[in-house]
């Protein structure tokens, strides 16, 4: 339940980090392939992290009310879900810095 909760905290810290990151990346002058591979990670991103904050909240809830017993299954389900959506995540993050070099020559510097 604490990571849940931990995780919903992370998550907010990452897409704010991810909007500094991608201000810096636009700044410099990108492809339109490459902008157009920025909005689909920062969307999810976005869209990611609000999710398992929300998540959190409601685990937190859950807990208090001690209403996860009869709910396990759906706990469950839900957290692959979110689990699909931060691999998803991350693999349109690694393939900005590895295919495209975003940001790459700024953190070299």
Known sequence: MLIAI??????IIAV?????AAEIAVDRGLAQTVADAIETHEGLGTVTG???ALWGAVRLFLWWKDKIIGARWAVWLVDLVL?????ATAWFGGNLVFE???NVTA???
């Open 50 to 52: 609000w999710l398992i």
């Open 83 to 87: 689990i699909g959506l931060i691999v």
């Open 6 to 11: 931990a995780a919903g905290v992370f998550a």
């Open 107 to 109: 953190a070299m510097r």
């Open 16 to 20: 704010a980090l991810g909007d500094l």
């Open 100 to 102: 495209y070099g975003v």
